[in-house]
Nanobody, 115 residues
Framework: QVQLVESGGGLVQPGGSLTLSCAAS????????LGWHRQAPGKQRELVAH???????KYAESGKGRFTISRDNAKNTVFLQMNSLEPEDTAVYYC?????????WGQGTQVTVKS
């Protein structure tokens, strides 16, 4: 079972930045497609950003131009750089790794954006 551990969440003011990290416990990290999702109170979980094993990325409209997903296969880690944060970005952010019929999730890290 692959374990994913997110870190880097916290409280930030509007306009601020955070970088989330997700470390994976697997020796074959490079085969996984990876994603960051978020869930705000009372809302469904939604995709924020996705990166394939070949490095292709895609973003939800809400994060385009503000968020950047990247991966470091040597460190088994995926990152989400978030800039120009808004109160609407407040949510629990989850890391996801999938490959064929495998789908793994982390426990989530809270991001709160408020003055």
């Amino acid at each position: 079972q692959v374990q994913l551990v997110e870190s880097g969440g916290g409280l930030v003011q509007p306009g601020g930045s955070l970088t989330l990290s997700c470390a994976a416990s697997t020796s074959i990290f490079s085969v996984y497609d990876l994603g960051w999702h978020r869930q705000a109170p009372g809302k469904q979980r939604e995709l924020v950003a996705h990166i394939t094993r070949s490095g292709n990325t895609k973003y939800a409209e809400s994060g385009k131009g503000r968020f950047t997903i990247s991966r470091d296969n040597a460190k088994n880690t995926v990152f989400l750089q978030m800039n120009s944060l808004e109160p609407e970005d407040t949510a629990v952010y989850y890391c996801n790794a999938h490959w064929y019929n495998e789908d793994h999730w982390g426990q989530g890290t809270q991001v709160t954006v408020k003055s």
